[in-house]
């Protein structure tokens, strides 16, 4: 895919892996429209070069109506960039069902709402690309990522699924599944984040991966092969792996 002049829509682009790629396609000549909530930190990433376009994607009316907009703006649109999210690590001993639906809301509902407001107008056109963030973290269950890796893992589904109904019709469908990623929201941690890089560096990633037409976009490498292998671990043996780093956190923690 060609990159320069491609009228490309990216959510959740006010920090993080959104507001780098943003800033990356603008740099290699697309013509962006972010969104995320907040207008003034979508202001700031956007400069003069991109159109911005505030939408809560978990509100599906202001979802569609935001994807209309878009395609106003940019007159008509090549790929969406689904990429709003949100990231906690979940307590056990703390059980917070509203917590686990908030992380559903906005990680698999407000893609689903971001879907319909440009699917149907892709399938019109018989042509179209979708680059949907999923996650390594929804490759296997590990400890604390019970609500983001269960929505993360139901996103992996869903593009897979995509792939075939839409691939058919001309759309065509990528699956972003990042490691560990230097953005505010990963900031809070503190576990170890195994082959951390700069939200830059995924943004770069993301763009070569877009325009080589990858179906599945895994970074970085070192955690690439991680996690494809960590998917044949046996389900006992992978339960006392997470079962030992669970006990290793709680120590932690009580330490």
């Known amino acids: 895919m060609e990159i320069r002049g491609a009228r490309v829509w990216v959510t959740g682009a006010s920090s993080g892996i959104g507001a780098a790629l943003a800033r990356e396609l ?23 070069r ?8 978990t509100d599906r009316e ?30 056990v001993e703390e059980w917070d069902s509203q917590e686990f639906a908030d992380h559903l809301q906005i990680n698999v ?9 440009v699917v149907p107008t892709m399938l019109a056109e018989g042509r179209g690309r979708i680059v949907g963030t999923a996650s390594v973290a929804g490759y296997r269950g590990m400890p604390g990522s019970e609500a983001y890796g269960a929505g993360k893992a139901a996103l992996l589904n869903l593009f897979e699924a995509l792939r075939g109904s839409l691939g058919p019709r001309g759309i065509v469908v990528q699956t972003l599944a990042p490691g560990f990623v230097k953005t505010p929201m990963t900031d809070r941690n503190s576990f170890p984040m195994p082959f951390l890089i700069s939200a830059e560096a995924a943004a770069k990633a993301i763009v070569a991966g877009i325009e080589k037409d990858k179906a599945e976009l895994v970074f970085p490498f070192p955690m690439m092969l991680t996690m494809k292998a960590a998917r ?14 669970a006990r290793r956190g709680v120590t932690r923690r009580r330490g």
């Open 62 to 91: 202001a979802t569609v109506a935001a994807g209309a907009a878009v395609r106003e703006a940019l007159g008509g649109l090549d790929v969406a960039v689904l990429n709003a999210g949100t990231w906690s690590q979940f307590s």
């Open 109 to 117: 509902m407000g893609t689903v709402h971001a879907l319909e407001a």
């Open 232 to 245: 044949l671990v046996p389900v006992r043996a992978w339960t006392a792996m997470t079962a030992t780093l």
């Open 50 to 57: 991109m159109h911005v376009v505030p939408v809560d994607v």
């Open 26 to 48: 603008a740099d290699r000549g697309a013509v962006v429209a972010v969104s995320a909530r907040s207008e003034d930190k979508l202001r700031a990433v956007a400069g003069d």
